[in-house]
């Protein structure tokens, strides 16, 4: 099995940062595409940012130029540095991971950390 632990969140002030992790860990062969969403109350779970096992990322436009994705392949882990946080950014914020597990072949599995609470106070 494989599991994903994401950490880091917390309480911070406007104009603040604050940087998430994010560890996949189990029967893994392989860590392809990883990514970080994000969902407030009420609203729909929005992607933020991925980034592929060579390094290539993408983001919304609404983080562009204040967050940073990168990953460790060697730890299997992945890190999103936000800075100059608004409280519209305010919302609980996944890891995703495609993994391929090991005796899977090619096979690849989706896969979700259980969330971490972001919060941004005026």
């Known amino acids: 099995q494989v599991q994903l632990v994401d950490s880091g969140g917390g309480l911070v002030q406007a104009g603040g940062s604050l940087r998430l992790s994010c560890s996949a860990s189990?029967?893994?062969?392989?860590?392809?595409?990883m990514a970080w969403y994000r969902q407030a109350p009420g609203q729909q779970r929005e992607l933020v940012a991925t980034?592929?096992?060579?390094?290539?990322?993408n983001y919304a436009d609404s983080v562009k130029g204040r967050f940073t994705i990168s990953r460790d392949n060697a730890k299997n882990t992945v890190y999103l540095q936000m800075n100059s946080l608004r409280p519209e950014d305010t919302a609980v914020y996944y890891c995703?991971?495609?993994?391929?597990?090991?005796?899977?072949?090619?096979?690849?599995?989706?896969?979700w950390g259980p969330g971490t609470q972001v919060t941004v106070s005026s």
């Open positions: 189990g029967s893994i062969f392989r860590v392809k595409d």
């Open positions: 995703n991971a495609g993994v391929i597990r090991l005796g899977d072949g090619l096979s690849e599995t989706n896969y």
């Open positions: 980034i592929t096992n060579r390094g290539n990322t």
